[in-house]
């Protein structure tokens, strides 16, 4: 489970409302969700984010509602992780029922900088700031959890038959 991109940084309490806005939950379009991802609290978002790149945030990432719209429209926007000082537990747990690779690490969160260049091993739990130098360590996923991820979702996971 490799990644890499450039970081794209927000604070702490970014809240579901934030992330996806209750206004576009009408639709179940992934693509649609995803143009209007994080808009509330950053309009550039849509027009920069980049496929690959890294979410970096603060504190209690995705609280509020346990709506699985917010992970699916941050995975559909081209994030493929998201490295927080932590996360609320039913956003931590959507996001790898619906593939979204997260890892909590706040060590990582204090030495990236927005637009920094990051790779992340999460196999062998190691984050690395290529624009610093500097690497951080993080608890690999279980075995399991990787397989999820790197199948794209537990339901995918389970119509491979990967998970039982």
């Known amino acids: 489970m490799n990644f890499q991109g450039k970081a794209i940084k927000y604070g702490d309490n970014v809240d579901t409302d934030v992330i996806i806005p209750a206004r576009y939950l009408n639709t179940s379009d992934k693509k649609e ?3 209007h ?9 849509a027009g920069k984010v980049q496929a690959g790149d890294i979410m970096v945030a603060g504190y209690n990432f995705g ?17 493929s992780l998201v490295i927080a000082r932590s996360f609320a537990r039913i956003f931590y747990r959507n996001s790898i029922n619906i593939g979204l690779a997260i890892v909590e690490c706040e060590e990582a969160v204090d030495g990236i900088a927005e637009g920094d260049k990051v790779e992340a091993d999460l196999k ?9 130098g500097k ?14 991820i790197e199948n794209g979702g537990l339901v995918e996971s389970i119509k491979k038959g990967d998970i039982k």
């Open 33 to 35: 969700l995803a143009s």
């Open 37 to 45: 991802c994080m808009e509330d609290i950053d309009k550039d978002f």
């Open 63 to 79: 609280c509020g509602s346990s709506r699985e719209h917010a992970p699916i429209a941050i995975k559909e926007s081209g994030i």
């Open 124 to 132: 062998s739990g190691v984050i690395y700031n290529r624009t610093t």
């Open 135 to 148: 690497s951080f360590s993080v608890k690999p996923f279980p075995a399991f959890i990787q397989k999820i």
